[in-house]
């Protein structure tokens, strides 16, 4: 942004040494319309992002500079369209409100200085870059911008810039700066800024500021005759090392809320044919819950039935047929697993039929004939009218359940860990669990001044072992939890 701007300026220059007056001054004002449409259109896009989460007052403070933006931005509008009868003056007034608004700005976000004005700062740091190349414009000394405007208490290098307005007097007097009482010279540096060192004796205490009084030499009066001194009041904030604070509710399975269970009684179930049964097939699948109340007397009083798995089955088939030659019973499992089990019966019937054969024959016919051959019985043909009939096929389940007993908490309560975390960083706690089963509730909390939010309940399982809300991020991984404030 601040780039494309010094070359927007730089060009006007080139123009205003090439051409005659009047095209002088349409270059100029040209260029330094679009410095202003940049650095205004910038300034809203930060500030209306720095609305989200504050408070009343300070709300409506960040939405009037918003609206003068906007208001500023339709006069940049009516200037490019030539609606305006004087364009230099119109632009010198519009430059002029921008600085305004550039001062009231910061001095709004310095009574917080949170972290949702960050953003407005560096805009702000750039806009005073920007308007530093527009000529002419007469304002009082002002601050736009202070970097950083927050440091640590531990904080090692203590540079600090100011941005803003600040002409030179040309006198040989110095711009300078209180700070805790002790007075220290300020430099220029290149572009629209000035730098100084905290005293280095000076305490920074966290979540407390530090109040600056910048003291600017002026000249003002005909023919700028009469020295003067321009104050302004700014401040830079001491933050907290730790802001976050994560409370973290620990809960591990209770290893007494599962029991193992065997079926007191068998379920059973058939598919007949035999004596007037009209159920030649049966494919069924039961669940582990309809199990468990049809062979545990008062499961439905003892356990959790929707939380019932089987371990073992315990099944066994029997059955019988009327022609066990040409209509034979069968059963078997199809499948199952913890939740359910599904079988397959079958009992076929058969009409009247032949049946015929070889069978051994031992009369006394059959003893002459088989002396003669040497063996007592021999092999006779036979045929007979079989009358045909159903049969039956069943089978029983006596299975071992794994229940939930009733009235017995699921998990049990471990020493709750607190975590202190600094922003933009992360911390680790070592947690270490002995069933498979575990929640771990976090609460988080931050605070640093007057900036309080909660983060609202961040609840980790083995389902879910990462999760992020407003920006603060847990996870649990081999037996250790993060949590990291970003």
Same mark, same amino acid.
């Not at 208490?153 to 540079?159: L, T």
């Not at 030499?217 to 003002?220: E, L, Q, Y």
């Given at each position: 942004?601040k780039?494309?701007?010094m ?14 007056p009047?095209a002088h001054?349409?270059?100029s004002?040209a260029a330094t319309?679009?410095?202003?449409k940049?650095?205004?259109?910038e300034? %809203?896009?930060v500030?209306?992002r720095?609305?989200i989460g504050?408070d009343?007052i300070a709300?409506?403070k960040i ?5 003068e933006a ?16 004087d364009?230099n003056e119109a ?5 002029t409100q921008?600085?305004?608004l550039a001062?009231?700005l910061?001095k709004t ?5 949170r972290r949702a004005f960050?953003?407005?700062n560096?805009a ?6 920007s308007?530093?190349g527009?000529p002419l414009v ?5 601050a736009?911008?202070?970097d950083?405007p927050r440091i640590r208490? #531990? ?5 600090v810039?100011v941005?803003?307005?600040?002409p030179d007097s040309?006198?040989g007097?110095?711009?300078?700066a209180?700070?805790g009482?002790s007075?220290?010279q300020?430099s220029?540096e ?5 730098s100084f060192d905290?005293?280095r ?12 009084q910048?003291?600017v030499?002026?000249?003002?009066g005909?023919?700028?005759l009469?020295?003067g001194m321009e104050?302004f009041?700014?401040?830079i904030?001491?933050?907290r090392?730790?802001p976050?604070s994560?409370?973290v509710?620990?809960l591990?399975?209770?290893?007494a809320?599962d ?5 007191s009684s ?8 035999m004596?007037?049964?009209?159920k ?6 039961v669940?582990s ?6 062979t545990?007397?008062?499961a439905?009083d003892l356990y959790?039935?929707t939380?019932v798995?089987?371990?073992t089955l315990?099944?066994?088939f029997w059955?019988?047929a009327?022609c ?10 199809r499948?199952w697993d913890?939740e359910?089990?599904?079988f397959?019966?079958?009992a076929?019937s ?6 015929s054969?070889?069978r051994?024959?031992?009369g006394f ?5 088989g002396?003669?051959?040497?063996q007592?019985c021999i092999q006779?043909?036979?045929t007979y009218?079989?009358g ?5 096929a069943?089978?029983?389940?006596k ?5 939930r007993?009733k009235?017995v #908490?699921?998990f049990?309560k471990?020493?709750?860990?607190t975590l ?5 960083a992360?911390?680790k706690h070592?947690?270490?669990?002995? %069933?498979t089963g ?9 605070k640093?001044?007057d ?7 961040i609840n980790?399982?083995? %389902?879910?072992?990462?999760a992020?809300?407003?920006g603060v991020?847990?996870?649990?991984d081999?037996g ?7």
């Open positions: 942004m780039s494309k701007l070359v927007l300026l730089g060009l006007a220059f080139v123009l205003c040494t090439t051409v005659t009047i001054s349409q270059a004002s319309i679009l410095a202003l940049a650095t205004l259109t300034l %809203q896009a500030i209306d720095a609305q504050l009343s709300a409506a939405e009037a500079a918003s609206n906007q208001r500023l931005l339709r006069e940049i509008e009516k200037i490019r369209k030539g609606t305006v009868k364009v632009v010198q007034e519009v430059a921008t600085h305004q001062s009231s910061r976000i310095s009574q917080t200085e960050l953003d407005v560096t702000l740091a750039n806009a005073s870059e308007l530093d527009i007469k304002i009082a000394p002002y736009a911008a202070i950083p208490s #531990d904080v090692s290098n203590r540079r810039l941005y803003g307005y600040f040309k006198d007097r110095s711009p300078e209180v700070v009482g007075t220290v300020l220029r290149t572009g629209a800024k000035l905290l005293p004796d000076l305490a920074l205490k966290e979540e407390q500021f530090v109040d600056i910048i003291n030499p002026t000249r003002t005909w023919l700028s009469w020295k104050s009041k700014d401040r904030y001491v933050e090392s730790l976050l994560c409370n509710q620990v591990e399975a209770n290893p809320l029991e193992i269970v065997r079926a068998e379920f059973t179930d058939e598919a007949r044919t004596g007037g049964g009209g030649p097939s049966n494919i069924r699948t669940s819950k309809d199990l468990l109340i049809a545990v007397p008062s439905v959790d039935i939380n798995r089987i371990q315990g099944e066994r059955g019988g009327a066990s030659d040409h209509g034979n019973w069968s059963g078997k499992l499948r913890p359910s089990v599904e397959e019966l079958s076929p058969v009409a009247p039929h032949m049946h054969g070889m051994d024959d031992c016919v059959s003893n002459v004939l002396a003669v051959v040497g007592r006779v043909p036979y009218l079989h045909g009939g159903g049969s039956h069943n089978i029983g389940l299975p071992t359940f794994v229940v007993k009235g #908490d699921p049990v471990k020493t709750p860990v202190s975390v600094g922003y933009q992360t911390e070592e947690i270490k669990f002995q %069933q575990w929640q771990l509730n976090l609460l988080c909390s931050f640093d001044g900036e309080k939010w909660d983060t609202g309940p980790l399982s083995p %389902q879910l072992q990462k992020v809300s407003k991020a847990a996870s649990y081999n250790v939890l993060f949590v990291g404030a970003h």
